[in-house]
């Protein structure tokens, strides 16, 4: 039985209290000011009628860390208060969390929608293995809300949302899709990684399940793997009881850092979002950019859309270099301020093209298909000064500028002189 801890007096605090105080208003052992690590796998009883209560859950309490754990619990209960769920189910990776909420509610001739701008493990989820177990799976231009209206009122068990997407940073309209879903008895799940609690709280907005890769900014320090998931205590429980069976569970140590980040998550997103900001106006004055994806922009698309439904647009930029590849070869190690890596949500800036980071599974052709170019870059936005990320991108774009301007004499040269 996953019971939160004592939140009382958080309900009309705000997210900063909340990403610190969530699930430890709890006395911890030996007066401790921290959650501990509770490193054991399993728990004993002398009482056996006390154990069964325990273990049929008629009693509050842990047998087996594969189960349940006092640290995980807590984090269990911190995503809860932000998230504003009932309750909430900790699993190993961001993919084990995805995966397992899917198996959970889908079966053999069961129908999922969903978008083509999802991440690229979910999309091998849908492209790959849900096929396989016999559910049909139907994935939409991102764009086009009429076609997943449409492809909804056909019927399907599962309605699954990603917004923003990475790595293109296009918005859903949560609450229009939602009704659509709800007409059709549909379960709709949302990945709300990129947007974080801070920004957007899906199940306000009336979605069922609320997935977090907690790899990215909820534990903000690039140090550890772990995945949320949040919803009504009904829904968790069948969740739950894929996570015990199937074994994805997260450790006590990853909890544990995953809870200290999450303490600094408003404080960092602050900075974060601030610079993101000031990093996408300036990419789009630069000549050497084809285009920029970041829902704060006026220009997105989606923009309206992302006003109304969040309280901010996330800290991370994708751009679309003219040149693809080639171009982001040159740029990106002249970068002195980031990471060239396959993560985000970290404190550092990281870049990387979508063909080693959010999308290195899928194939060119697969990529293309998707819309998704060689020559696009995603940017994690750190917490550096703002002035520093400016003027670090600046200085490698000049680079590169300088470099086409001496291979482009150097060819003039050559042809003049055959």
């Known amino acids: 039985m996953n019971k939160k801890p004592d939140s009382a007096g958080l309900d009309n605090a705000g997210a900063g209290t909340r990403a610190v105080w969530g ?38 309490g842990f047998i087996y860390s594969r189960m349940s754990n006092p640290t995980v619990e807590t984090l269990e209960a911190k995503i809860g208060e932000l998230e504003m769920a009932e309750s909430a189910v900790a699993f190993s990776s ?143 429980a069948k969740v739950r009881h894929y996570r015990e069976i199937n074994g994805a569970t997260l450790d006590p140590f990853s909890a544990y850092l995953i809870i200290r980040g999450m303490k600094t998550l408003v404080l960092r997103m602050r900075q974060q979002q601030r610079s993101a900001c000031a990093l996408a106006e300036f990419l789009c004055t630069e000549p050497l950019v084809s285009s920029v994806n970041y829902p704060g922009l006026p220009g997105h698309p989606n923009h309206a859309v992302a006003c109304a439904q969040m309280a901010g647009f996330g800290a ?60 696009l870059v995603r940017v994690s936005v750190g917490i550096e000064d703002t002035d520093d990320l400016l003027d670090d991108l600046k200085q490698a774009f000049a680079f590169v500028r300088c470099l086409r301007e001496e291979n482009s004499q150097r060819s003039t040269c050559a042809e003049a002189a055959n």
Not at 322 to 351: Q, S, W
Request: proline fraction near 4%.
């Open 23 to 60: 699930g430890e208003q709890v006395s911890h052992p030996y007066n401790a000011t921290q959650t501990p690590i509770v490193a054991s796998a399993a728990y004993g009883y002398d009482d056996i009628d006390a154990w069964y209560d325990v273990a049929l859950g008629k009693a509050p």
């Open 316 to 375: 991370i930029v994708s751009f679309v270099l003219v040149g693809g590849m080639d171009t982001v070869k040159v740029l990106l190690p002249r970068l002195r301020f980031a990471h060239c890596a396959g993560n985000l949500g970290a404190v550092e800036t990281i870049y990387g093209p979508a063909r080693t980071t959010s999308h290195v599974e899928n194939t060119l052709e697969e990529r293309l298909a998707l819309g998704i170019s060689e020559g």
């Open 94 to 236: 961001g993919m084990a969390a995805i995966s397992s909420v899917l198996y959970t509610f889908l079966a053999h001739g069961d129908r999922v929608v969903s978008t083509k701008d999802s991440y690229g493990g979910t999309n091998k989820i849908f492209e790959e293995f849900l096929p396989r177990t016999g559910v049909a799976v139907t994935l939409c231009e991102t764009f086009d809300h009429e076609q997943i209206e449409r492809e909804i009122a056909k019927g399907c068990q599962v309605l699954y949302l990603e917004t923003p997407t990475n790595p293109t940073l296009k918005i859903l309209d949560i609450q229009r899709l939602v009704a659509a879903a709800k007409r059709v008895g549909a379960l709709v799940v949302a990945d709300n990684t990129f947007a974080t609690p801070l920004n957007q709280n899906p199940l306000a907005l009336g979605v069922d399940v609320v997935i977090h890769s907690a790899t990215k900014f909820l534990s903000g320090h690039g140090d550890v793997l772990g995945g949320l998931v949040c919803g009504k205590e009904s829904l968790m």
